[in-house]
Each structure stands twice: as structure tokens, then as C-alpha cells.
């Protein structure tokens, strides 16, 4: 009976104890030469395997489907549906652990997830994945400190100052209450003077300058320390039955804690990043707003919540941030007559970890004062670079004057990539077909968007072109090989972007040209295709289930390059995924290699 069989490797990693002695009971280790089949088609199979040293082929016909290592189990699929599909060689030397059929039949019949991991589709394997993540409460009531939470800035009116004044302050400061300090008495008494103060004002059918703010404010203040715990904070709003407190520093006023603030740090950081930025009355201040964000989804990803649902928090956040920088930035005039948009994965609702930046401003035709343009834009760019997001290698940014243009001028750009599709205007169709506005008149984008999508023919000439991406991107990586070498260090890295992901997102963008769909999101082109029935349903969910693990596999390996103060690289060293992550990787790539497969033959892609 082996003692070295490792229960940390997937699927024996969701085992109880007993099941892990019945696995200890019932397991023999088998070997077999280099080049023999392991398994043949239509065999019979009897034991599942489990490597230890070597590495096994799986082939379909002639085409190389998997390369199996060290930890990895085959052939679930082929045990459980009674027949091999399949072929298995050893490609050198292996030895591995056989798990007898019997065993295996009863683990999956009292453990669902170790089925679901062992021989389910990739979508079944996901989930079972996620039932079995560990969900640790975070922020918590009893743990938190009030200085962690959001606290709003405290502005100070005098008693004797008239009510249009906290009128004046409520309004340019976008706040809904001051406090007040009354020096009538021998010492200074600290108030508050709120809405429903200016409410209960109001009906004394007076003009608000010959109203005193002291005579309807509360003194009666409730306050916290700023070293509290929220829990304390909460149990005086609730006893006190208020919305807010003050928070003190021994004798010094630090700030405001509204009740929605508590919650909502609470139940969601984000919204304490939102109100930041809605509150921030300079760049520099959105600047701390801009740093949290990543420290967010270090928290959002350790708790296990979907990259989908990531993604789309973080585009919400993104999109304030630009639209509250772009705010403080622009005139008035600016803003109401142009449209600030993004590209790219931001522009798709799939960006995680900050990236270049690729932006664009859309300028009304009637709009005539360019060094304003200039100055605004320069400035907003540079912004974004202090916040942490990089500059754009092509230069696919508002302050490049070819991304900074007037309608009429957009439109002519527009025209021209689609009537001479050259690989740059192919590139930059690929580029403003993600196009989202996100701050200023959207209706400018839409104009154009629509114009663009009236002029595309059905010439399956261009569409191929545009489709062959998916082939070039992916015949200069080699990412297929560099995934199933054997051992070979300078071979375990993987750009996750050009393994898959561009094939993916690109692929479906194609189809949403041709088939002239407006939306931005890959999920939501897709959604449209199968609506169209131009997909089938299932191999939109597997290509969006393979989009998303990617996506969340690369979210992973960035988040430890940050932890280690590298730089993002978009890169994974295959030989330090887990057992798991190797194995859906697997699934993922050749869910991508599929649908590659099927782009191919749709566009007509050999002719390309």
C-alpha cells in the first residue's frame, strides 16, 4: 500500500478521511515502457490512473488532444462510460497509480465533487470547484475599526450664520449636513444642522437669510472614537435612532460616519471606493480611490466571487473614476459637447488588473476651441498615468490626436478602415468596435457606431480578414506546444492572452461584426449570437466558461506578481499550477482549439 499518494491533487482533494483510507486500501502502482499504449480505443478500461513519473499522450485519431503529467488522472471519462474514446501512450518511462474501477464508482457515488472533478465538462467541473471554496467573512463588525471605513469630510458654519449659507455649502460641497458651533455660551458647543433641519426651517415660511442655522440644529450630538469598532458605531445609530455620527479624536473632529457608509463597508467595499470618487474635489484625491481598486479585488478574488462579477464591478469603478477625472478636468462646454469612451478589454467589461490605457474623445463638429482639446486631454492622460494605468505602447489614447477627433472626422476615419482593410485599419476596427462611452454625450458615439455598422457590407473577403487574427495571433505563439512539453523549463510559460483569450474575444467580436451586433461585452455577443441562432447555446457556454477560467487564472498569477512587486506580465509558468489549474487549463485550451476550429471553417479562413 503506498504512503506517498498525495490527496492534495485534484480531484482527491475533496475526499473525507474515510474515503482517503479507502483510496489507501484499494490503490496498486502499475508502469509501462516508453511509446506502449496504455489504453486503445474501445478498451474496456479497468483502474483509473494517477501519474507519478512521466508523461502519457491523448490522441484522437492523429491530433495530439492532452499531454498528461505528474499528479494528472486519466481516463475518468473512459471508466465510468465503460468504453476508451481515446488513445493512451506513454511518451517515456511512466509510472503511475491504478485506482481500481470499483473505488472509483463508489467515491462518485457518495462525493459529487469529486465526480463532477474527475470526468465532468468543464462548466460541471467549475462549479464544483466553486461549491468547494472556502468562504471566510471579511470586513467584519466585530473586527473593523471605525477609521477604516469611509468617513466624510466635516465642514463647520457658525451659529449665527444664516441658513442660505449651509444651503450654499450643501450644495458645492454636495453634502447634506455641517456642523455648527455656538460660541454664545463659555464654552464652545458643537452642533449639527442637517436636511430635515433645512426642512423643519423651511416651514417657517421665511427667507432663509433671516433665518439662523444655531436656532435648528441639534447639539445633542452622538459621537465615536475614530479607534471604535464599527459594531460600537452601529449600536448608537441604532439606539440613538440617527443617521450619522461624528467621529472624534480624543477633543478633534475627524470626520462623518453615515449610516449607508457603515453598510455599505460592510456588505461591499466598492461602494466606499464609489463614494470617494463621487466625492473627490480634486485629481489628486481620486488618485487614493484609484489605488484601492486593486486592493478590492485582491479581496473580491481571495473570497472566491466569479471573475464575470469582478470584472463587471471593475469596469463600474473604472468608468466612474474616468468620468469624475474627465469632470474635474474639462470646461463645462467640453463636456456637453463631446464623448470620452473607452476600448479594449475595458471597453468590453473585462478588465481586471490595470492595463494600458486605450481611450478616445469624440468632438462635436461645431465645437471649435482645439487648444482647450489639447490641454484637457494631455492632462486627463497624464491623470490616469499617476493613477496606475499605463500608458498605451500604440499610443490608442485621447491625447494622440488620431484617437481625439471630431464627429465628422471619426466618421471618415471609420469609413476608410472598413473600405481599405489594411492590417492597421483592421486593427483599429478591432479596436473602437469595443468602444463604450463612459462620460459626456454618448449620443456622439452611438452616431457614429451606427453609421459604421450601415456601411458594412456582407463582403466575405473583408470578414475573413478580419476574422484571420484569431490564427495570426496564435501561430506566432506556439502556445500549444509550449503546454504539453515534457519537463522542459524554458518551455513552461504561457501568455494566457495569446493562448486564448484574443482567440476568444476576437472570434466573437467577427461574429458580432457580421451579424452587425452593437454590444461591447463578449458575454453579451455572445447572448446575441445564440439569440440569432448563429451559436449553439452549448458552445457559447463552454467558450464562455473557458474565457472566464482563463481570465481569473491570469487575475491569480497577476495578483502574486503584485504581491511580489513585479510587473503584470500576462504570463504563467505551467509547472507551478496546481494539479487542478493544469487539468482546466487543458479543458480551456482545447475548448479554444475547437472553437478556432469552427472560425476556421465559418470565415473560410484557408483562404486567408
Not at 92 to 101: C, D, F, G, T
Not at 480 to 502: E, H, P, R, T, Y
Not at 577 to 604: A, C, G, M, P
Request: net charge negative; with cysteine; aromatic share 8%.
Amino acid at each position: 500500500m503506498p504512503n506517498a499518494f498525495n490527496f492534495l491533487a485534484s480531484p482527491f482533494d475533496c475526499l473525507t478521511e474515510k474515503e482517503k483510507e479507502l483510496v489507501r486500501n484499494s490503490v496498486d502502482i502499475a508502469y509501462f515502457r516508453e511509446g506502449e499504449s496504455i489504453l486503445r480505443v474501445g478498451d474496456q478500461p479497468t483502474h483509473l490512473y494517477i501519474i507519478i513519473k512521466g508523461y502519457v499522450r491523448q490522441v484522437d485519431g492523429s491530433e495530439d488532444v492532452a499531454i498528461y503529467g505528474p499528479e494528472d488522472t486519466f481516463d475518468g471519462r473512459g471508466l465510468i462510460t465503460g468504453r476508451v474514446s481515446d488513445q493512451f501512450i506513454a511518451v517515456e518511462e511512466v509510472i503511475a497509480y491504478q485506482l481500481a474501477k470499483a473505488t472509483v464508482s463508489e467515491l462518485i457515488a457518495n462525493n459529487d465533487n469529486f465526480g463532477s472533478l474527475l470526468f465532468s465538462d468543464l462548466s460541471k467541473k467549475l462549479n464544483a470547484l466553486a461549491d468547494r471554496h472556502s468562504r471566510h467573512e471579511i470586513n467584519s463588525l466585530s473586527m473593523a475599526r471605525v477609521d477604516q471605513a469611509f468617513l466624510r469630510a466635516p465642514y463647520f458654519l457658525n451659529a449665527e450664520d444664516h441658513i442660505f449659507s449651509a444651503v450654499k455649502l450643501f450644495n458645492s460641497k454636495r453634502i447634506n449636513n455641517v456642523l455648527v458651533r455656538d460660541q454664545s455660551g463659555p464654552q464652545v458647543r458643537l452642533g449639527i444642522f442637517t436636511s430635515t433641519s433645512l426642512t423643519r426651517s423651511l416651514l417657517e415660511e421665511k427667507p432663509l437669510t433671516e433665518l439662523k442655522i444655531g436656532d435648528f440644529s441639534n447639539y445633542n450630538l452622538v459621537t465615536v472614537n475614530s479607534s471604535d469598532h464599527l459594531s460600537d458605531a452601529l449600536v448608537a445609530m441604532l439606539r440613538r435612532k440617527v443617521n450619522r455620527v461624528v467621529v472624534m479624536n480624543d477633543d478633534f473632529v475627524v470626520g462623518i460616519l453615515e449610516q449607508i457608509d457603515l453598510l455599505s463597508y460592510v456588505s461591499n467595499s466598492s461602494s466606499l471606493i464609489i463614494q470617494k470618487i463621487i466625492s473627490a474635489d480634486s485629481v489628486e484625491q481620486l488618485k487614493e480611490a484609484a489605488l484601492e481598486i486593486t486592493q478590492l479585488i485582491k479581496i473580491l478574488h481571495s473570497n472566491g466571487t466569479k471573475v464575470s462579477v469582478i470584472a463587471k464591478l471593475v469596469q463600474e469603478l473604472n468608468a466612474r473614476l474616468f468620468e469624475r477625472t474627465w469632470a474635474l478636468i474639462a470646461s463645462e462646454e467640453l463636456l456637453q459637447n463631446s464623448c470620452l469612451f473607452v476600448m479594449g478589454s475595458e471597453g468590453r467589461g473585462e478588465q481586471l488588473l490595470k492595463t494600458d490605457q486605450d481611450n478616445g474623445l469624440i468632438i462635436q463638429d461645431s465645437f471649435l476651441d482645439k487648444a482647450l482639446v489639447k490641454e484637457c486631454v494631455g492632462k486627463f492622460s497624464e491623470a490616469l498615468t499617476d493613477f496606475g494605468y499605463p500608458e498605451c505602447p500604440g499610443r490608442i489614447m485621447v491625447n494622440n490626436p488620431e484617437w481625439c477627433m471630431s464627429v465628422s472626422e471619426f466618421k471618415a476615419n471609420v469609413k476608410r478602415w472598413l473600405m481599405t482593410p489594411s492590417t492597421d485599419s483592421l486593427m483599429y476596427l478591432a479596436i473602437f468596435l469595443d468602444a463604450h462611452d463612459i462620460a459626456g454625450d454618448g449620443r456622439l458615439l452611438k452616431e457614429i457606431k451606427d453609421e459604421l455598422f450601415a456601411n458594412i457590407s456582407d463582403n466575405q473577403f473583408h470578414l475573413m480578414r478580419f476574422a484571420s487574427a484569431v490564427e495570426l495571433i496564435s501561430a506566432q505563439t506556439g502556445w500549444w506546444n509550449k503546454l504539453w512539453s515534457m519537463g522542459d523549463q524554458n518551455s513552461n510559460m504561457v501568455n494566457l492572452k495569446k493562448a486564448g483569450i484574443f482567440a476568444i474575444v476576437h472570434g466573437v467580436r467577427s461574429l458580432a461584426l457580421e451579424n452587425k451586433i452593437l454590444v461591447t461585452s463578449t458575454a453579451e455577443r455572445m447572448a446575441k449570437l445564440v439569440e440569432l441562432n448563429q451559436l449553439a447555446e452549448s458552445v457559447a457556454s463552454e467558450v464562455m466558461d473557458s474565457l472566464y477560467f482563463l481570465m481569473g487564472l491570469k487575475l491569480k498569477v497577476g495578483l502574486s506578481e503584485i504581491d511580489l512587486n513585479k510587473e503584470v506580465s500576462g504570463f504563467i509558468d505551467t509547472s507551478k499550477l496546481t494539479s487542478l489549474d493544469r487539468d482546466l487549463l487543458k479543458e480551456s485550451l482545447s475548448v479554444v482549439k475547437r472553437f478556432k476550429t469552427y472560425l476556421r471553417q465559418h470565415f473560410r479562413l484557408d483562404l486567408a
